[in-house]
């Protein structure tokens, strides 16, 4: 059976701090691996990653494939109090979107 | 960038009737479109993978006869929730794949029923 897993599930740190979230993953036929953050509603995206060990940046958050170990992470540097949110790890499997339960990140003033 | 609509946002019914969610791809067509339910303080569940023109798949668990799903168009897919009732209370959000695998996922704003 196809299995996201993240990792922490919580984390709690100061503003200015850098973060690392982790995701693997175990699934036929593997697509895409999806980061979004979740905040109030919809989750908003905010990588896709098809390739290994191709860096994808935007602004402070950067998040890397790595096929072999079937991870990713999502590194957040300088972190602030509106990066607090639910970080979701997203694996395109087949027809399938497979949801990891989420790393819930909070950034204390 | 793309937008995905659902209507409406909210719903309250009383229970044992039925609900319907719709999910509209504005600019752009979806041959794929996913429900999901989300629990509070809770990820979301996937619930089932709506593919234009075909039977919804869903996912275990996910009772077929109670959400049914229906997606007749390119840019339109339904949720319906029969015979609701108040466990049937959530957060139901859609999400569009635009263009052909990998593509991007578009999602909706979601909708949250509560069923008195």
């Known amino acids: 059976e196809d299995k996201v897993v993240q990792s922490p599930l919580s984390l709690v740190v100061h503003e200015g701090d850098t973060v690392t979230l982790n995701c693997s993953y175990e699934v036929t036929n593997f697509r895409s691996l999806l980061w979004y953050k979740q905040e109030k509603k919809a989750p908003t995206f905010l990588f896709m990653l098809?390739?290994?060990?191709i860096e994808k940046k935007s602004g402070r958050l950067s998040s890397i494939l790595d096929k072999k170990e079937l991870s990713s992470i999502l590194n957040i540097t300088a972190t602030q109090t509106g990066d607090s949110a639910i970080y979701l790890c997203a694996v395109e499997a087949g027809v399938s979107l497979r949801f990891g339960a989420g790393t819930r990140l909070t950034v204390k003033p | 960038g793309a937008v995905v609509s659902q209507h409406p946002s909210r719903v309250i019914c009383k229970s044992g009737t039925s609900v319907k969610i719709e999910c509209r791809s504005l600019?752009?067509?979806?041959?794929?479109m996913f429900w999901y339910r989300q629990f509070p303080k809770q990820s979301l569940m996937l619930m089932a993978t709506?593919?234009?023109?075909?039977?919804?798949?869903?996912e275990q668990g996910v009772e077929k006869d109670k959400f049914l799903i229906n997606h007749a168009s390119l840019t339109l897919s339904t949720l319906t929730v029969t015979s609701a009732h108040p466990e049937d209370s959530s957060f139901y959000i859609c999400?569009?794949?635009?263009?052909?695998?990998?593509?991007?996922?578009?999602f909706g704003e979601g909708s949250r029923l509560t069923v008195l």
């Open positions: 709506s593919n234009e023109g075909s039977k919804a798949t869903y």
């Open positions: 999400s569009a794949l635009a263009g052909p695998y990998p593509g991007e996922l578009f």
């Open positions: 098809t390739s290994s060990g």
């Open positions: 600019d752009f067509q979806a041959t794929t």
